[in-house]
C-alpha cells in the first residue's frame, strides 16, 4: 500500500492522519532510516517503523500531533531504556519525526456581496478553500468569483440541504437579510454541525442579540450561542469591506493556528440581567452585509 497514495485520499475525504519517519538512525535498530508509518484519525496504520514498543509510542504521538497540529520529533535510545528490551540484538538509538496530516481548510461563504467578495479573495490568498452560496446568480458566478472551488446559486435551502460542516470547515453568515441569515445560523447550530472550526455571522451586536433571542424561542439551546463568532472578526477597527475581509480572515487564521488570545462570542453581548443593549460598532453596520 502505498503511503502518499494514502495521504492523498485521507486529505480528500476530509480526514486527518499523522505521518511517522524515521529520520536518524545511529547503531542497530529494527528498522531503516526514512521507513514511513501512517496514523489515521480513526486508529490505523499503513506501513511500520518497526514495531514492538517504540512503534506504539509514535502511534499515540502520531495521536497527540493530529489533536494539537503540531509536528514533533521522538528520540528512542534502544540501549539504555529497558522497556525497549525485546531479546533482539538491536541496541541503537533513532530518531522519528511525527507530522500531522490535516484536511485542507474550508471556508463556506453564505452571501456574495460586498464583504464576501473581499473575504473570497483575501481568505484564498490565506489558503482557504472558499465555496460561495447565494440565491442570486448575478452576485454568485464564476465570473466574480474565479479562484472558488465552488460557486453555488441557488436557494439556501436547497443550498444547506447538501452541505455538512467538519473539523476542517469555516462559515460565514453574509446575506443580505436577516430572515435568511437566521435560516443559515439555525442550520450551523444544528447537533449535526457541532464539529464546524468557525462559525461567524455579520451584523450589528444589536441585530445578533434578536436573532440569538428568536432561535431561544424555538428551543434552539443558549448554549449552542458560545460556538458562534458574532460580532464577526478581530476589533482592528476594520470600516470598508477589504477592511472587514481582513479581520475576518484573521480570526478564522488565529482559530485555525490555536491562537492563545481570548476571541469575542455572541454570547458576551446578552447579559440576562440587563434590558440595555449594546451599540454597534462601526465594523459592525448592517449595510456591510450587502
Same mark, same amino acid.
Given at each position: 500500500m502505498d503511503i502518499y497514495e494514502e495521504i492523498v485520499k485521507l486529505r480528500s475525504e476530509g480526514r486527518r492522519g499523522a505521518v511517522a519517519t524515521i529520520v536518524n538512525v545511529r547503531g542497530s535498530v529494527p528498522s531503516f532510516r526514512t521507513a514511513k508509518m501512517l496514523v489515521r484519525d480513526d486508529g490505523s496504520i499503513s506501513g511500520t517503523i518497526g514495531g514492538g514498543c517504540v512503534e506504539a509510542e509514535v502511534w499515540q504521538a502520531a495521536r497527540e500531533a493530529m489533536e494539537d497540529e503540531k509536528p514533533r520529533t521522538l528520540t528512542f535510545d534502544l540501549n539504555h531504556d529497558p522497556k525497549y528490551d525485546t531479546g533482539l540484538v538491536c541496541g541503537g538509538t533513532l530518531d522519528v519525526f511525527v507530522e500531522p496530516i490535516l484536511p485542507p481548510a474550508a471556508l463556506y461563504i453564505f452571501g456574495a456581496g460586498h464583504v464576501a467578495y473581499s473575504l473570497y479573495k483575501v481568505a484564498t490568498i490565506a489558503g482557504f478553500l472558499v465555496i460561495v452560496a447565494d440565491d442570486r446568480a448575478s452576485y454568485a458566478n464564476r465570473e466574480r468569483f474565479p479562484?472558488?472551488?465552488? *460557486?453555488?446559486?441557488?436557494?439556501?435551502?436547497?443550498?444547506?440541504?447538501?452541505?455538512?460542516?467538519?473539523?476542517?470547515?469555516? =462559515? *460565514?453568515? =453574509?446575506?443580505?437579510?436577516?430572515?435568511?441569515?437566521?435560516?443559515?445560523?439555525?442550520?450551523?447550530?444544528?447537533?449535526?454541525?457541532?464539529?464546524?472550526?468557525?462559525?461567524?455571522? !455579520?451584523?450589528?451586536?444589536?441585530?445578533?442579540?434578536?436573532?440569538?433571542?428568536?432561535?431561544?424561542?424555538?428551543?434552539?439551546?443558549?448554549?449552542?450561542?458560545?460556538? !458562534?463568532?458574532?460580532? !464577526?472578526?478581530?476589533?482592528?477597527?476594520?470600516?470598508?469591506?477589504?477592511?472587514?475581509?481582513?479581520?475576518?480572515? =484573521?480570526?478564522? !487564521?488565529?482559530?485555525?493556528?490555536?491562537?492563545?488570545?481570548?476571541?469575542?462570542?455572541?454570547?458576551?453581548?446578552? @447579559?440576562?440581567?440587563?434590558?440595555?443593549?449594546?451599540?454597534?460598532?462601526?465594523?459592525?453596520?448592517?449595510?456591510?452585509? @450587502?
Open positions: 479562484d472558488a472551488q465552488e *460557486v453555488l446559486a441557488e436557494d439556501f435551502d436547497q443550498v444547506l440541504s447538501k452541505l455538512r460542516l467538519n473539523s476542517s470547515s469555516y =462559515a *460565514v453568515i =453574509a446575506t443580505r437579510g436577516h430572515k435568511d441569515d437566521m435560516r443559515i445560523l439555525r442550520w450551523a447550530l444544528r447537533p449535526e454541525q457541532a464539529e464546524a472550526r468557525y462559525i461567524g455571522m !455579520i451584523g450589528s451586536r444589536r441585530k445578533v442579540i434578536a436573532i440569538q433571542k428568536e432561535l431561544i424561542k424555538e428551543e434552539v439551546a443558549e448554549k449552542t450561542f458560545e460556538r !458562534i463568532h458574532s460580532p !464577526i472578526g478581530l476589533d482592528i477597527g476594520a470600516i470598508t469591506p477589504e477592511e472587514i475581509a481582513v479581520a475576518i480572515c =484573521a480570526e478564522m !487564521i488565529a482559530i485555525r493556528r490555536h491562537a492563545t488570545s481570548k476571541l469575542p462570542h455572541l454570547s458576551w453581548f446578552l @447579559n440576562e440581567n440587563t434590558q440595555q443593549e449594546p451599540e454597534a460598532t462601526v465594523h459592525d453596520k448592517e449595510v456591510l452585509g @450587502n
